[in-house]
């Protein structure tokens, strides 16, 4: 998928694509660090073994900006529907429709998959994330999760066509 003037490529990430994969994960989220507990923010910026094992869990896509990997988004089937996880841009390629063109990825893959729901867990202090997702058709719901390791979280769905 190319999109931004044909300056963004969506790919599904592999094993090699793990270091830097960890490294957008730390930098998008290191202006949040001092919101989230420790343990939280540990789990939210996976180091690349991790990252590598949640590959056997389901497919992790990165977008390249310009020549690099600025993004990345991981989908993993559950019961009720695909849960999205790990969505993030680094901040000097935010703006760039990137995040809506991963979150379209994940999408097009539940739809393969005839899966009718998409769902993830956020934090309030994501608030830029969040508009995101309820501009792309997520609304919260009350279920769990709500909390990692001591941070608040909440619970967002998307129901998809049927």
Not at 117 to 141: C, K, N, Q, V, W
């Amino acid at each position: 998928m190319t999109g931004v003037g044909g300056c963004v490529e969506i790919r599904r990430a592999t094993a090699s694509d793990m270091e830097v994969v960890a490294a957008v994960l730390r930098d998008a989220f290191l202006e949040f660090r001092q919101l989230y507990t420790k343990a939280a923010y540990v789990e939210t910026t996976p180091d690349p073994d991790t990252l590598s094992r949640r590959l056997g869990e389901g497919p992790i896509w990165v977008a390249r900006f310009r020549g690099k990997i600025v993004g990345t988004i991981s989908a993993v089937a559950k019961p009720n529907g695909i849960y999205v996880r790990s969505t993030a841009v680094l901040p000097s390629a935010r703006g760039n429709q990137i995040a809506r063109m991963l979150l379209e990825e994940v999408e097009s893959f539940a739809l393969s998959r005839r899966t009718e729901r998409l769902f993830l867990s956020t934090t309030p202090f994501l608030r830029a994330a969040i508009h995101l997702y309820e501009d792309f058709g997520f609304r919260r719901t009350s279920e769990p999760p709500h909390d990692l390791f001591d941070t608040t979280l909440f619970t967002m769905e998307k129901k998809l066509a049927e």
